[in-house]
């Protein structure tokens, strides 16, 4: 086995890692992300080595696929034939050079998409909360507006927190800052939908919800958010654990000032509206890690 060919190796798009795997074999592992849609490429083979050349082929469900990988120096050209599980578009295929002689990677085509979509979710965002701060100008709500401007502050140092964490996925590459971005624009197009659910509220009185109902709903959800939580940072390095300890101090900052603004909106039946409040932000925080613990270990 030529040691000379083992190493990490990196294009604009993604990163290709070769390691021995005994008896004349490579492990090759490649993750891209390419297309105009940005979709995913992940490969993870055992491949035989003859001469300066691997090769891999298994039908594939759009037909067969094909790549072929050829060693030469601090390069290693692949070929791609088939779709080999890649979203549309997505190719694994191009020169990957060793880490340390590739001179920098060009901006992530998906990330001017990713941010055209997040200033205009911004923009809605903070025109619901203009028209909400209107409304809570009343002497009924003189507690509310506060509390509105403190969860305000609050969520958007939790939405930079929760971003650094999702980019950590792939860290040093672009498509880490496309994930950041991704992240902001899932939680700001959230928010703004909460917003705009309070205004449609507005001059509408609901239901007291039943307190113990609430609480036990609660204890569950809560219970699956500590185990979606532990579940999620076992699968960290040391970096990634502090950034999701750094976004989970943040988030439950976040909801303390959002349930105290929520509850005081109604300006009546405040512990049983707060529970309320806690109930959909801990569900919503939940589903949100699970999802990135899946992601993390599917990437």
Request: hydrophobic residues 35%; aromatic residues 6%.
């Given at each position: 086995m030529p040691r000379a060919i083992l190493g990490s190796y990196s294009t604009s798009e993604g990163d290709l890692a070769v390691t021995d795997a005994g008896k004349g074999r490579l492990k090759v592992a490649i993750?891209?992300?390419?297309?105009?849609?940005?979709?995913?490429?992940?490969?993870?083979?055992?491949?035989?080595?003859?001469?300066?050349?691997?090769?891999?082929?298994?039908?594939?469900?759009?037909?067969?696929?094909?790549?072929?990988?050829?060693?030469?120096?601090?390069?290693?050209?692949?070929?791609?034939?088939?779709?080999?599980?890649?979203?549309?578009?997505?190719?694994?295929?191009?020169?990957y050079l060793r880490d340390g002689t590739f001179k920098g990677r060009a901006p992530h085509p998906a990330k001017g998409a990713a941010l055209e979509r997040l200033q205009k979710d911004e923009k809605a965002e903070t025109a619901g909360i203009r028209r909400l701060e209107g409304v809570l100008q009343g002497a009924r709500f003189t507690k509310a507006l506060p509390l509105l401007s403190n969860c305000e502050q609050r969520w958007n140092v939790f939405r930079e927190a929760n971003a650094e964490m999702e980019g950590d996925f792939s860290r040093g590459t672009p498509w880490g800052e496309v994930l950041m971005l991704m992240a902001k624009e899932e939680a700001t197009t959230q928010r703004t939908h909460r917003i705009e659910s309070f205004l449609l509220q507005e001059g509408v009185d609901p239901d007291i919800p039943s307190i113990p109902d609430f609480q036990a709903q609660l204890s569950k959800i809560d219970a699956r958010l500590n185990r979606a939580y532990r579940e999620f940072r076992d699968r960290l390095d040391e970096t990634g654990k502090r950034k999701l300890l750094t976004a989970q101090q943040a988030w439950i900052k976040y909801r303390n000032a959002q349930t105290a603004f929520e509850a005081e909106r109604w300006g009546y039946g405040y512990t049983a509206f707060r529970?309320?409040?806690?109930?959909?932000l801990t569900l919503e925080r939940c589903l949100q890690l699970e999802a990135s613990r899946e992601a993390y270990t599917n990437r």
């Open positions: 993750s891209v992300v390419s297309g105009p849609n940005a979709h995913l490429c992940d490969f993870d083979e055992t491949l035989v080595l003859k001469g300066n050349t691997a090769t891999f082929h298994e039908p594939d469900e759009d037909g067969a696929c094909v790549l072929t990988l050829r060693f030469a120096g601090n390069s290693v050209f692949v070929d791609q034939t088939g779709t080999c599980g890649c979203g549309a578009q997505a190719q694994m295929g191009g020169t529970l309320m409040s806690l109930e959909r």
